[in-house]
């Protein structure tokens, strides 16, 4: 794949549909191997295939960097988490995951309640659905739940007064992600996995039709 010719919203759009279920990458693989680029574009090609294979890693690493940063303070690890998981409803696969997940175990209850939280259902004309189906969690929209969690990190990050410090931890952890997915020399197995998502998402598309 040429990453050269990937966009910054391409690559926006690719991790927001991407699987993100599938644990992270091995730690000595992660730190592997790095080298330096040896031009501009080599270094846009590298940035946007290790942000997209590692994608996992990364999100784990600025978590783990803004809870070290917030060791001593419970309220703002909260918040981190808060800020952490309405982040991670934005990404389609995790947001259904998540839906499966909670409407399953609400049913072993409540079999009436589950009946409610079920995503209503898309029309379909000729064959094929009107729209492009939209993310639903718990029988609501999708953007009410990034809302939420949103609107009560920041009333927690607020309540622990570590505005300043979450913004030192955030940068420092978009440095770190930066720094590796820039020095980090993508492998064969970065390559096999662009193939193998990029044939996924054509035969997606074809069954579809």
């Known amino acids: 794949m040429d990453w050269s010719a990937v966009t910054a919203e391409d690559l926006v759009d690719a991790l927001r549909e991407v699987d993100w279920s599938t644990p992270p990458r091995p730690v000595p693989e992660f730190f592997s191997r ?11 090609s590298r940035l946007k295939c290790n942000l997209y294979y590692y994608r996992t890693n990364y999100f784990i690493l600025i978590m783990f960097i803004l809870g070290m940063g917030f060791l001593w303070k419970p309220v703002a690890i909260i918040a981190a988490f808060m800020t952490g998981l309405s982040i991670a409803f934005l990404n389609d696969s995790f947001a259904v995951t998540f839906n499966e997940k909670v409407t399953r175990t609400v049913r072993q209850f409540s079999p009436h309640l589950a009946a409610k939280m079920r ?35 920041c009333i927690l990050w607020l309540t622990s007064c570590s505005l300043l410090t979450v913004l030192w931890a955030l940068l420092i952890a978009l440095f770190a992600t930066v720094l590796h997915a820039s020095f980090r020399t993508p492998n064969l197995k970065a390559r096999l996995n662009t193939f193998r998502e990029e044939f996924r998402a054509v035969w997606r598309n074809y069954s579809e039709l």
Request: hydrophobic share 35%; with cysteine.
């Open 119 to 153: 995503p209503p259902i898309t029309p379909v004309l000729r064959g094929r659905p009107s729209s492009k189906r939209s993310i639903h969690i718990c029988g609501r929209p999708r953007w009410v739940f990034v809302l939420f969690f949103s609107a009560v990190s």
């Open 34 to 44: 790095f080298t330096v680029p040896r031009s501009y574009s080599k270094w846009t």
